[in-house]
């Protein structure tokens, strides 16, 4: 049994790791600023611990007595504010300096190990090439400061610094697999690459699993996506016979990191710890949802 806190522990892939870990027998702290958050961290059998996530002696006092940090802190747009540069300053906020607080609070109170999340949209364009941890990133938008906030977990943290890259979150309470839905049946796609780019997909419940396997692999960076990702094409062609509609009408294309190919391989993590992803979220689990 380990001693875990987690910040970001609210949220849609915080929740589910605190259940996952909690039913591991680790004994779990989320860090919240809300009532509302320590009730829901209470019901699901964890400590809850106030703290400011861009005050590092506040994080000091929270993470005292940790063996591990998990820090899953993002906050994402809505949908409908997405194209809006100026929604993404809070999430900026929290990549940039609260990962460079946790970081160094978890180094001040001898964590011995700092699980930071990023993102799988980080790579360059690769085709229909396979692009493991070593492939070359590009970052750019709204996944540059997913580069910084790992920089800071493996610069500012002395232990093991174990960075998951994550593949698009899919799952009823995702944001974005709502969004999709609720396009998909007005026979539009959301797909921002062209048809035959790959799209790293993850199932949230999946997600959570990885955070449990994450204590325990050796430090490093690791994949966390669909074994065998999905292109949009084959995304849109699910999605399209979930909702019961022939095809999707495809979107003007548009630059940036979700256009980019991204075939990502979550071997390493898969080989280091026997993790797999129970479904193909991209193709396997729109039905499930829509119903
Ligand atoms: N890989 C991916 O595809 C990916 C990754 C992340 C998010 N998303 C999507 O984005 C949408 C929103 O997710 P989200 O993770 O941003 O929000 P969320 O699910 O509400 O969780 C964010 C967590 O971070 C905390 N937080 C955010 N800003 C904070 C701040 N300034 N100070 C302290 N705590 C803060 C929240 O605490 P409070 O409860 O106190 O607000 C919560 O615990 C979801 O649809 C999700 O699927 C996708």
């Known amino acids: 049994m380990n001693e875990i806190v987690i910040t970001g522990s609210t949220g849609v892939i915080g929740r589910r790791a605190v259940r996952e870990l909690v039913a591991a027998g680790h004994r779990v702290t989320g860090v919240t600023r809300s009532a509302r958050g320590r009730e829901r961290l209470e019901d699901l059998g964890a400590g809850a611990v106030e703290a400011d996530v861009f005050d590092e002696a506040s994080l000091r006092r929270a993470f005292d007595g940790a063996d591990a940090v998990v820090n899953l802190l993002t906050h994402i747009p809505r949908a409908d504010r997405m194209a809006d540069p100026s929604a993404w300053a809070e999430n900026d906020r929290v990549r940039t300096e609260a990962s460079a607080a946790i970081a160094r609070a978890a180094q001040a109170a001898g964590v011995r190990r700092l699980v930071q999340e990023s993102i799988a949209f980080v790579y360059a364009d690769g085709g229909d090439a396979w692009l493991d941890e070593d492939a070359p990133v590009a970052g750019g938008g709204v996944t540059t400061t997913a580069l910084t906030a790992e920089r800071n977990a493996r610069e500012l943290f002395d232990g093991d610094t174990v960075v998951l890259r ?3 979150f899919m799952g009823p309470d995702s944001g974005s697999t709502q969004g999709a839905l609720e396009a998909a049946r007005g026979g539009a796609s959301i797909a921002i690459g062209p048809p035959g780019a790959y799209r790293p997909t993850l199932w949230l419940d999946d997600a959570a699993t990885a955070i449990a396997a994450a204590l325990a692999v050796p430090a490093g960076t690791y994949n966390v996506t669909d074994a065998d990702p999905p292109t949009n094409a084959e995304i849109d062609a699910a999605l399209a016979a979930a909702v019961g509609v022939d095809a999707l009408r495809l979107r003007t294309p548009v630059e940036g990191p ?20 129970r479904l193909r979220a991209g193709t396997e689990t729109w039905e499930r949802i829509a119903a």
């Open 258 to 277: 979700l256009a980019r190919s991204q075939r990502v391989s979550s071997r390493r993590l898969r080989e280091a710890s026997g993790w797999a992803p």
């Open 166 to 168: 994550f593949g698009l």
